[in-house]
């Protein structure tokens, strides 16, 4: 993910092969939960691509190293690959990591931004510690207006760590756009 390069460890068991040193790092640093769904695709000479997908089976990818159109330091953000599933269920989830780092604890809704001038304000489900688990309220209204669908990246550019605030951009062949 990113272009990182992760070293880690396997080692074979009766029970199959087993991750050692090397994962719990990857592990703490993608803040995989339990629901998560990490794909191993082989590139040969034991090297692996992988693809990691939340709970509602979208991609999700760690601080896309995306400039920002005011400035040239690439602003904190995210991005995520729409799936079938995360429309069934109308959310989608903010990776923990991401969250714990750029978001207040606490907070129920973020703004996002459109191309318009238009601010969506977006209702969020938070763990019970406070962070950020998802963006759910009012979130299914933004992606339906603006003809979002299954296999789109969104990538989410925060703006406003304060009162959190988001710039949404779509991600294609030829380049960024907002929404």
Known sequence: ?????WNIEVIRSDEGIIFTTGWSEFFAHHSLNFG??????????????????DHSGCEVHMDAPIASSSSSQPLPSFQITMSARSFCHRCIYVPGTFARTHLPRFVNEVQIHDAAGRVWQIG???RGNGIVRRIARGWAAFYSTKNISPGDTCVFELINSDIPAFNVYTVAAGGRQLL
């Open 36 to 53: 998560y769904f990490v794909v191993f695709e082989y590139r040969g000479n034991s090297t692996f691509f992988t693809s990691i997908l």
């Open 124 to 126: 969020l489900d938070r």
């Open 1 to 5: 993910m990113g272009g990182r390069v």
